[in-house]
Each structure stands twice: as structure tokens, then as C-alpha cells.
């Protein structure tokens, strides 16, 4: 049924497919009121929070051994602890948080996950250098910081695009 006839119509005129697309072709204001309306999605929110904040410490432990234990540079700790995050989040992202959502294989949803953590790596990474410059805050502490201000890039492109439906 094409888009204009839907003003023309009432709702009870309208069959269960006209309203599928006449939700799918609302205005963005109306989809994000409707997207934070949804139960599903905070509780989604909540298990990507427990996920993250899992995460959060293995790349936390991980940068503090990195730099600590073994002596590495913080440049060359921080992506070694990013990683070993993005494998924590991505293994329980993809079987408890998002799991109804496999619109692809799970190789193909882990590069999607890889690509989007990567451009958060890129902002968490130019915090922590900036961070490290600017300030004299520790770096563990600033990888921390740095972690926290990066999770809504994180979550929308997880959510958007790796683990869409």
C-alpha cells in the first residue's frame, strides 16, 4: 500500500502489515519515543551495562598488568587491554544480551562488533593519550575515565548495527 493512502485511512481500516510499515516510516522523534518506551530495550540496556561493566574490568586488569607486571608502554597496553575486553563483550553480548537477534552468522556479527569497538577504542585511545598529556592523572585511572565516556558510541553501535535485527 503505498505511504500517502495511510492518512486516508483509519486505524481499523488499516490491516496488521499497513501499521508494520506505517511504524517502520514514522518520523525519527516518534521511533526514539517509541524505542524508550519498549521494556525490552531497557532491560537489553541493563544486560549490556553488566556485560560492560565485565568488560570494563577484565581491560581495566588487563592495561594494569600491561603496565605494571609485564612493563609495557601504555600505548601498546592499551589496545592489548581494549581487546581483551572486546573478547569478554563480545562473547557475552552475543549469548546473553542481544541473543534473539541473529540476523547473521556469528563470524559476521563479530566483525561488525570488531569494527564498532575499534571506533570506540579510537575515541577511548585519544582520551587516554590527550588525558595523559594534558594531565597528571594516572593512566589507569584515565583508561578508566576514558572506558565510561565511550559506552554510548559503544551501545548505539552495537545495538544499530551489530546486533540488529
Known sequence: MPV???????????TADDLTTAVVELPFHHRVRAGVSSSENWLQLIRFGVVGCSGYIVNTVSFWLCLHAVGLDYKIALPIAYLAGVVNNFTWNSRWTFTHERESHPA?????FLVVSTVAFGFDYVLVVAGVHWTSIDKVVLNAIANILVIPVNFLGQKLWSFKK
Do not use: H, I, L, P
Not at 559476521?108 to 561488525?112: A, I, P, R
Open 108 to 112: 559476521v556479527q563479530g566483525m561488525k
Open 4 to 14: 500517502d493512502t495511510f492518512t486516508d485511512m483509519s486505524a481499523e481500516e488499516m
